[in-house]
């Protein structure tokens, strides 16, 4: 079921050009990360999808439209860290967030379970950490239980310790089954959070899918042959290939990138494998990334 739909997004701001006809999909009960180096219009996509700010062209739907205009009650998000008041506790600022967005909780103390401040719910915000006040910003964003929460750049500034623990409640709040959207220039955080990831660079998107085939070490290799059942055959025989998957009448294996299509070749025409396709894809793209955001 589609969560949001963005087609065609550009957005210039004066001379630069934040979003180029910038295209997503992102589905229900994925964890999707945008992924790009600083100004690469993270923070842009997630204004313009939030309804802060206007595109240039394009367009978006949350939801599938079902829901109108009534969709922006069932995302919650922080682009910033929200102006919590420094001398009231945890629970009293998120009673005082729920009463501006209109909604009815008391179960304070299981959102500040889930991100780990119980403990310290009767402390005044000023006392906090940075990395208590990033969970308390999460906090906020559950509030009316919103289906869809969004995240932009939740560990920012935080020690590792820090990280680790925000991490940690993102991946809880994901498994409830809640989609998550968040923007990060950190590539590792998005292979240990994410189930999926569009990488953008200057407003382009570069690629989009699931993490694993985006950011995998492994090469995607598609390959067909007259004989399926000896191809497969072959397949299972080596060891560095592996998680072959049939996709209409082809057959998907991921292979360590220390070995090459070349291999695959000979290997198959020493075995009298005869291969009608042999196509590698998603080539290393966690290189090229490391790449651009140098
Ligand atoms: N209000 C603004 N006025 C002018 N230029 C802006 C404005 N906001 C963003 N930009 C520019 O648009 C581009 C995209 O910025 P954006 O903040 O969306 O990037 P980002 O990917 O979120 O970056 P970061 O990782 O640093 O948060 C950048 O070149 C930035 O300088
Ligand atoms: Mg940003």
Redesign the pocket.
């Known amino acids: 079921m589609s969560v949001l739909s963005i087609q065609n997004l550009s957005k210039s701001?004066?001379k630069?050009q934040?979003?180029n006809n910038l295209s997503l999909e992102i589905n229900e009960g994925e964890v999707y990360g945008i992924l790009?180096?600083?100004?690469?219009?993270?923070?842009?996509?997630?204004?313009v999808i939030l309804g802060i700010l206007h595109a240039d062209s394009g367009s978006y739907q949350w939801f599938d439209g079902r829901y109108g205009k009534g969709h922006r009650k069932r995302i919650g998000a922080i682009l910033e860290t929200p102006n919590f008041y420094p001398y009231k506790t945890a629970e009293d600022n998120l009673s005082i967030i729920s009463h501006i967005k209109g909604v009815k909780t008391n179960n304070y103390d299981q959102l500040l379970e889930l991100v780990n401040l119980a403990h310290r719910k009767k402390s005044a915000f000023r006392t906090y950490s940075l990395g208590m006040k990033q969970r308390l910003a999460i906090a906020a964003t559950m509030i009316g239980d919103p289906d869809v929460i969004i995240f932009?750049?939740p560990t920012n500034g935080l020690d590792p310790q820090g990280i680790a623990e925000v991490r940690q409640t993102l991946t809880e709040i994901a498994a409830s089954g809640k989609t998550v959207i968040m923007?990060s220039?950190i590539l590792d955080e998005v292979e240990k959070i994410c189930s999926h990831v569009a990488i953008?660079k200057n407003?382009n998107l570069l690629a989009t899918g699931s993490v694993g085939s985006i950011l995998s070490e492994d090469v995607t290799i598609e390959l067909q042959a007259e004989d399926m059942s000896a191809l497969q055959n072959l397949i299972e025989s080596v060891p560095w290939m592996s998680k072959s998957k049939i996709i209409a009448d082809r057959l998907e294996v991921q292979m360590e990138n220390s070995h090459s299509v070349a291999e695959i070749n000979k290997l198959a025409f020493d075995r009298g494998v005869t291969l009608t396709h042999l196509v590698a894809r998603k080539q290393r793209l966690e290189e090229e990334f490391l790449e651009i955001t140098k």
Do not use: F
Not at 38 to 46: A, D, F, I, P, V
């Open positions: 701001y004066g630069i934040a979003l790009g180096p600083n100004g690469s219009g993270k923070t842009t996509t997630l204004g932009d750049e923007a220039h953008i407003g």
